[in-house]
């Protein structure tokens, strides 16, 4: 395949950058988008030029690391990772646009890396249970019905990309903080905490500049593990319900 790419570069975070345009060709379909990004980066230091930052982990579709707009879609044309997306959802000859997540929260670092760190900020809020160190209880000691479990695992699935973000038109992380605090909501051992974890992670959400929810559905549309948005409904009830019960706001 030869392909024209037009690439979003940016020096540094200050900097205002812009699209350059590369010819690529001898793209094989069974590439994956990343490894063809390793492509023309092996071709712009040959050529002495800076490569194409672009951010990357376990190629895997797991850590969430990856995260490329491409051709106006958060991950691309499939709805996957960037990282698990193939060059055969292209054809011979196209011209593929990539730029970074686009949101105020998440500000360029250089070229296709943003700096989602205000997610880990929202994690740290709450995002987990607190517990005693000790000797592993028993699997079955807490009985769960699957229902409730499958809902919760489901939540889970979330990777924090951030495609979430990148697709809303007014970049809201509620996808993201809603799946982290459902997960732990629904489970018995994430009750103990529930109420202070809605407020503070809601709390941060809003601290780190994400917009609201309108209900456009285009997070769930997008992200790359199915992540329900009655999950953004679950996190409105669970913060309605800790502030009117609460004394710490
Ligand atoms: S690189 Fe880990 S999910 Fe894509």
């Known amino acids: 395949m030869n392909l024209t790419l037009k690439v979003w570069r940016q020096k540094n975070t200050a900097d205002q950058g812009g699209f350059k345009e590369y010819k690529i060709s001898g793209i094989s379909e069974d590439m994956s988008f990343l490894e063809m990004l390793d492509v023309l980066n092996e071709d712009l230091s040959t050529k002495g030029e800076d490569p194409v930052h672009f951010d990357h982990d376990c190629r895997e579709g797991i850590c969430g690391m990856c995260s490329l707009y491409i051709d106006g879609k958060p991950h691309g044309p499939q709805q996957t990772t960037t990282c698990q997306l193939h060059m055969r959802s292209f054809s011979d000859g196209d011209v593929i646009t990539i730029e970074p997540w686009r949101a105020k929260a998440f500000p360029v670092l250089k070229d296709l890396v943003v700096n989602r760190s205000a997610f880990d900020r929202i994690i ?7 517990v005693n160190t000790g000797g592993v209880p028993d699997a079955n000691e807490i009985p769960i019905p699957k229902s409730i479990a499958d809902l919760a695992m489901d939540a889970a699935q979330c990777i924090g990309c951030g495609a979430c ?16 605090i459902s997960q732990l909501a629904l489970l018995p051992q994430g009750q103990v905490e529930r109420k202070i974890r809605a407020e503070k992670m809601v709390a941060q959400m809003d601290a780190e500049g994400f917009g609201a929810c309108t209900n456009t559905g285009a997070c769930e549309a997008e992200c790359p593990k199915g992540i329900s948005i009655t999950n953004i409904a679950r996190m409105n009830r669970e913060y309605f319900s800790a502030v009117v019960s609460s004394d710490s706001v």
């Open 165 to 180: 973000v990148a697709a809303c038109k007014n970049a809201s992380a509620m996808l993201f903080t809603s799946a982290k």
């Open 124 to 130: 740290q809020a709450g995002g987990y249970v607190s």
